[in-house]
């Protein structure tokens, strides 16, 4: 273990921690529709750190082109730059199956340089254009944290 000098503060939802601050946040928010919901529907919050040398757009062909290589009967349905606040995003629709069917996701890539934020919906068989729409709102609801606050959100 470091120093405490060493030490960064890690604020979650319920709180905050001082851990090493060489520690790198690789935690994943993983958020489901209500309990009386059937749709099945998910929603996961990443975090993922650029590559040093590579834009924001490289990183976000790269992943997406991982993706396609990486699930099963992998089906691109639309990409697309989308203006946000809190920074350049890119949207990117596919479709896949998993062994307990068809997977529908729809994923926004936010830059916050060095760092990319990930959101992912996704939606059991195939999403309809109200859910299209629904999780395209939800995504644009995203606010950064006070900058002196967000900095140390996750530890670099």
């Given at each position: 273990m470091t120093e405490p000098t060493e030490l960064s503060?890690?604020?979650f939802n319920e709180g905050a921690i001082a851990l090493p601050a060489a520690w790198k946040d690789l935690s994943v928010l993983v958020l489901s529709a209500a309990d009386n919901d059937k749709s099945g529907i998910s929603f996961t919050i990443s975090r993922d750190v650029i590559p040093w040398g590579m834009s924001f757009s490289q990183f976000a062909v790269?992943?997406?082109a991982s993706l396609s290589r990486q699930l099963k009967d992998y089906q691109?349905?639309?990409q697309e730059e989308q203006p946000h606040p809190a920074g350049k995003t890119i949207v990117s629709e596919f479709s896949w199956?998993?062994?307990q069917?068809?997977?529908?996701?729809?994923?926004m890539l936010l830059e916050l340089s060095p760092k990319v934020l990930v959101?992912?919906?996704t939606i059991?068989?195939?999403m309809s254009d109200e859910q299209r729409q629904q999780i395209r709102v939800l995504?644009?609801?995203?606010?950064l944290r006070d900058p002196a606050v967000s900095g140390k959100a996750a530890t670099e």
């Open positions: 503060l890690f604020h790269s992943e997406i691109h349905i639309n199956s998993s062994p069917g068809a997977i529908h996701q729809l994923m959101f992912t919906a059991p068989g195939t995504m644009s609801t995203f606010q």
